[in-house]
């Protein structure tokens, strides 16, 4: 049975003193939660501040992004190295502000999923059509390249190390949500491709989370579907109540 990871991405939100006192509240809220992997993804700026103020709860820490050179002259950019000396153990990849902002390509997805699995960091790799992709049809395509871009050819080991999380770009951000049933349907297709990628075994084990517009409101009906295993969760991550409803799922 796998269990539930639930993380919050803070993106570009709260500055050290506003971030230490989120993860203060979270502590409080869901530091010792034992049903749900719990984690958070903050800035680099506050990175170091966060773990350091989360340290001793069941709560992990992630950074939103990374390079895959290990150092050298690339102004701004932060490494796996840097990420894991200021105590967090996660990254997110290629999350769709990534890709379609900042122009990220699958290459470059899949550069950074290898030097944060060589490193030791554990990836949450972000898959996900735009709004015209599905209205095409073509939602199975362009997720299906995604993923065998970034984890093709790859040990079973490193796979299972990866969290997979799937965000229709329509709905991030938005107030869209994917219905349960829509996005079940697209986990299901991506369960299906680590199967046929690796085996069964293996697409069993790995967590698939659904992002876009969570909220405690929808969380129940996500997270009752076979195979969402979590969420990723944005806007309703920045405050504790809302994101202690959406870990706290089922049991309202």
Known sequence: MRRPFIAGNWKMHKDINEAVALAE???AR???ES???VGVCVNAVALQAVASALKGTNIVVGAQNMYWEEEGAFTGEISAKMILSAGATHVVIGHSERRHVFKETNDEVRKKVDAALGAGLSPILCVGELLEEREANKTEEVVKTQVESAL???SADDVRKTTI???PVWAIGTGKTATPDQAQDVHKFIRSLLESGWDKALADDVRIQYGG???PANVDGLMSQPDIDGALVGGASLKGESFEGIVKFGRG
């Open 25 to 27: 509240d979270l502590k």
């Open 30 to 32: 869901v530091g010792s």
């Open 35 to 37: 049903d749900v992997d």
């Open 152 to 154: 093709s050819g790859r």
């Open 165 to 167: 999380a799937y965000e």
């Open 213 to 215: 517009s969570v909220k």
